[in-house]
């Protein structure tokens, strides 16, 4: 027992000496136990002078500076949306995708959430069901968003359903925005995810002139389906997100894209 301790007792001063090296350091020690690090002018650190605090901006004025990049800074978008109108959407997604439009083309909804659109902005909307329905262009002008919004609003679902035909068609239309390479486009489908087209309607037209047009899915309805949609996500670098859970979450994420 006596050689027990004497052999602990021998490495304390060797423990305490390992210890207390970081003291020299500054690190993680007692107050009061260790010397203050020398002032560098290198990295402008000096412990002896006084911490002046920096108070934040006024919530309103954070807002306003938010807004001012939405609207003034960020990069113009190009961006379709391609609503599907057919028989599978009647009822409950046929309301979630007329609601998401009242959201994305009323802009004091939208500048809340900040995915406001600015008036550099270029919208395309193109309905379909087993076709397209109609095409419809403006900018991100708030009296352009009310035209497009009235004329969402009188849509009405029934017939069949290919999306793909749709998003090939918006390729087509933003070909002379995406030569002039001004704006940063997208592709939204806004569906149940049951397309009875096939996929290489638009892979063939993505990959002839489309590389540079992610698309994304938003899915509506009771019983969505997102299998061909995510592949859709996969070919072109988008994503797919759920319409019922949180709209302004899938959109701020497709504008963060663009």
Same mark, same amino acid.
């Given at each position: #027992?006596?050689? =027990?301790?004497?052999?602990?007792?021998?490495?304390?001063?060797?423990? +305490?000496?390992? !210890?207390?090296?970081?003291?020299?350091?500054?690190?993680?020690?007692?107050?009061?136990?260790?010397? %203050?690090?020398?002032?560098?002018?290198?990295?402008?650190?000096?412990?002896?002078? *006084?911490?002046?605090?920096?108070? *934040?901006?006024?919530?309103?004025?954070?807002?306003? !500076? $938010?807004?001012?990049?939405?609207?003034?800074?960020?990069?113009?978008?190009?961006?379709?949306? @391609? =609503?599907?109108?057919?028989?599978? #959407?009647?009822?409950?997604?046929?309301?979630? $995708?007329?609601?998401?439009? +009242?959201? %994305? =083309?009323?802009?004091?909804?939208?500048?809340?959430?900040?995915?406001?659109? /600015?008036?550099?902005?270029?919208?395309?909307?193109? *309905?379909? /069901?087993?076709?397209?329905?109609?095409?419809?262009? !403006?900018?991100?002008?708030?009296?352009?968003?009310?035209? $497009?919004? /009235?004329?969402?609003?009188?849509?009405?679902?029934?017939?069949?359903?290919?999306?793909?035909? @749709?998003?090939?068609?918006? =390729?087509?239309?933003?070909?002379?925005?995406?030569?002039?390479?001004?704006?940063? *486009?997208?592709?939204?489908?806004?569906?149940?995810?049951?397309?009875?087209?096939? #996929?290489?309607?638009?892979?063939?037209?993505? +990959?002839?002139?489309?590389?540079?047009?992610?698309?994304?899915?938003?899915?509506?309805?009771?019983?969505?389906?997102? /299998?061909?949609?995510?592949? %859709?996500?996969?070919?072109?670098?988008?994503?797919?997100?759920?319409?019922?859970?949180?709209?302004?979450?899938?959109?701020?994420?497709?504008?963060?894209?663009?």
């Amino acid at each position: #027992m006596s050689r =027990l301790y004497r052999l602990k007792s021998d490495h304390v001063p060797h423990a +305490r000496d390992e !210890a207390l090296k970081p003291l020299a350091t500054g690190r993680r020690v007692e107050l009061g136990r260790v010397a %203050l690090i020398k002032a560098d002018a290198n990295t402008n650190v000096d412990p002896s002078r *006084p911490l002046t605090v920096v108070r *934040p901006p006024e919530p309103a004025v954070i807002q306003k !500076a $938010l807004a001012l990049y939405q609207e003034a800074l960020r990069r113009p978008s190009l961006t379709a949306l @391609c =609503l599907d109108l057919s028989g599978s #959407m009647q009822g409950h997604g046929e309301q979630q $995708l007329l609601d998401a439009m +009242r959201f %994305l =083309l009323t802009p004091a909804r939208t500048r809340e959430v900040l995915v406001q659109w /600015s008036k550099q902005d270029q919208i395309l909307v193109l *309905p379909f /069901s087993d076709h397209v329905l109609w095409t419809a262009a !403006a900018s991100g002008d708030d009296s352009q968003q009310a035209g $497009l919004l /009235s004329r969402a609003l009188e849509l009405h679902a029934g017939g069949g359903t290919d999306f793909y035909t @749709c998003g090939a068609q918006a =390729l087509a239309a933003m070909k002379p925005a995406l030569d002039a390479g001004q704006h940063l *486009p997208a592709i939204v489908i806004m569906t149940d995810g049951k397309s009875q087209g096939t #996929m290489s309607t638009f892979e063939s037209a993505w +990959r002839a002139d489309g590389r540079r047009v992610p698309v994304f899915g938003v899915t509506f309805g009771d019983d969505a389906d997102r /299998s061909q949609l995510d592949n %859709l996500a996969r070919l072109t670098g988008g994503r797919v997100f759920d319409g019922t859970k949180s709209l302004a979450e899938a959109f701020r994420a497709v504008r963060g894209y663009n």
